[in-house]
């Protein structure tokens, strides 16, 4: 009798692991493989530059001056989305823009420029630097912190370089009536820039 109910409880046992090991490949094998993550996604300093990081309240070092972000501008033409930060603390009027485009950080340091005559084309020449036509487009901002725009609403802008693509031009339009903005700029690299995250609230 007991040599019955040995057998018996050893075939519910392997019945048992069968059915577990059974049903562990079926799972497996019904989750997607997880992608794999790229090793150097962050050794460009990008990290450092998202918008959990800036916003307003960080402070951003740059050029032995310590900038406030004071308001920030989420900038989105389809899937492609950029960000403006405005700055206090140095000449007045100067931004920092961020992007993250093809896995390259791109940024750079901006100055406004309301005294410039000039009006967007395919080719211009400022201060005796001649600036070409890179891309244009329109698309929807939102806005954060202090920036002197609504919420949100509709952008214009037009993006120009001079022939190395160190020194920048560029012409903004915010909301349907809003007037032209022209902004000088040059590329800087995230090893210029020291970064002090904002407050979490």
Known sequence: MNTTWLVLAIILAVIAVVFFIVSA???NAE???????????????????????????????YGGVDYVCRGGVTMR??????????????????????????????????????????QPANEV????????????????FYSEGTTGLPESGRFEYWDMAEAG???????????EDGSLEASLGWTVL???LTVYPAPRN
């Open 25 to 27: 490949k079926k799972k």
């Open 31 to 61: 989750q997607p493989p997880r992608p794999r993550e790229d090793p150097l996604k962050f050794s460009d300093g990008s990290a450092d530059f998202g918008p959990d990081i800036l916003g307003p309240g960080a402070i951003v070092g």
């Open 77 to 118: 033409q389809g899937a492609y989305t950029w960000y403006e930060y405005l700055l206090e603390g140095g000449k007045g009027g100067e931004y920092l823009s961020v992007d993250y485009d093809e896995g390259q950080l791109n940024l750079s340091w901006w100055i406004s420029r309301p005294d410039l005559d000039a």
């Open 125 to 140: 020449t400022v201060e005796g630097v001649r600036y070409r036509k890179v891309e244009s487009g329109v698309g929807q």
């Open 165 to 175: 693509g160190k020194r920048l031009l560029g012409f903004e339009r915010f909301g």
């Open 190 to 192: 995230p090893g210029e």
